[in-house]
């Protein structure tokens, strides 16, 4: 954040610990715990993880062993190596973060963003999906602004594609196209594949009311791993219609995460008039198996830079 005087980022600091205090105060009511990040990662370790994230953004650092380390650039995969290394997987672990991560900005400056976040880990599927899902919302509407919650499913579209069994190449370019909603060009590389009459040719119009959307899905043919998606997500939307927040969802299965972690139900929150992600998260259950454990995991993390813009307007 850019302040115009020291008074000004003192008032803000201020004001954004008040914020962190309450989420703090909050998270361990609900039974999560904190723990403190490790600042540094093996550069090598963390490309290979995650083969979507673009390298150029890391903030490399040479260790005094001459390897190459990187500033953390997520939080959830610096904890996993730290938790997992003391833990074997029982009972089930609930943890909350409060610290930064650090990426390189296009000008050359390194950006410094404050983010806080949970992760539930062991825990039942569905029960850990209602409870995480059902904080985020918690979080937005404590914002006091109007929100949204985009929620999809990786397995969906990652259903679909081992199915097709396309290369590598032409797949990763459709995700891109699907991620970026650019619907013409989409349309012109299914038509160069002969893909035009499948659901990759529908799936940006699978977006909107919950109910609406499973309907659509689910009137295409599916392969099991598509149809458990839509069940999570179904089981998810029951819990919303009972807690009375269903206004508050939208289902995208379009939707591509940001990270390749990701292996399950995913979801974003927006605020009105805010055009970037507030809240972001997901289920990563696969990925703990590289850890040596493979367990029930999903988690979230808010940027709280942003939410300290938006609860300070408010206030104003």
């Known amino acids: 954040m850019q302040f115009r005087n020291i008074l000004e980022e003192l008032e803000v600091t201020k004001f954004k610990k008040g914020i962190e205090r309450e989420m703090e105060n909050f998270f361990e009511d609900m039974g999560f715990s904190i723990i403190e990040p490790r600042v540094f990662e093996d550069y090598d370790d963390f490309i290979r993880s995650n083969s979507r994230w673009d390298s150029s953004k890391t903030v490399k650092v040479l260790g005094g062993d001459s390897r190459i380390y990187i500033l953390r650039p997520d939080i959830t995969t610096n904890i996993l190596s730290q938790i997992f290394s003391k833990w074997e997987g029982e009972p089930p672990l609930k943890v909350y973060y409060n610290s930064k991560v650090y990426r390189n900005e296009s000008r050359g400056k390194i950006l410094q963003n404050y983010q806080m976040g949970v992760e539930s ?39 679909f594609f081992r199915e097709i069994n396309l290369n ?21 590389k299914l038509k160069s594949l002969k893909l035009e009459n499948t659901i990759l040719d529908k799936i940006l119009d699978m977006q909107g009311d919950m109910k609406e959307v499973l309907d659509m899905a689910r009137a295409y043919e599916m392969n099991e791993e598509m149809k458990g998606a839509l069940d999570s ?49 997901g289920r990563y259950d696969k990925w703990t198996k590289k850890y040596g454990v493979k367990v029930a995991a999903i988690g979230f993390m808010i940027d709280m830079d942003l939410v300290t813009r938006i609860r300070i307007k408010g206030e104003k």
Do not use: W
Not at 143 to 158: R, V
């Open 168 to 188: 590598l190449q032409d797949e990763i370019e459709i995700r891109n196209l699907i991620s970026k909603k650019n619907s013409d060009s989409l349309k012109t």
């Open 233 to 281: 997500l179904e089981r998810v939307k029951e819990l919303f219609i009972h807690k009375d927040i269903i206004g508050k969802v939208k289902l995208d299965l379009s939707m591509v995460p940001d990270l390749g972690y990701y292996d399950g139900i995913i979801f974003k929150g927006y605020c009105l008039g805010v055009p970037t992600k507030i809240l972001s998260g």
């Open 121 to 159: 880990l062991g825990d039942d599927i569905s029960k850990a999906d209602g409870e995480i899902v059902e904080m985020a919302m918690s979080v937005m509407s404590n914002l006091g602004e109007p929100y949204i919650l985009e929620m999809g499913s990786t397995k969906y579209l990652d259903g």
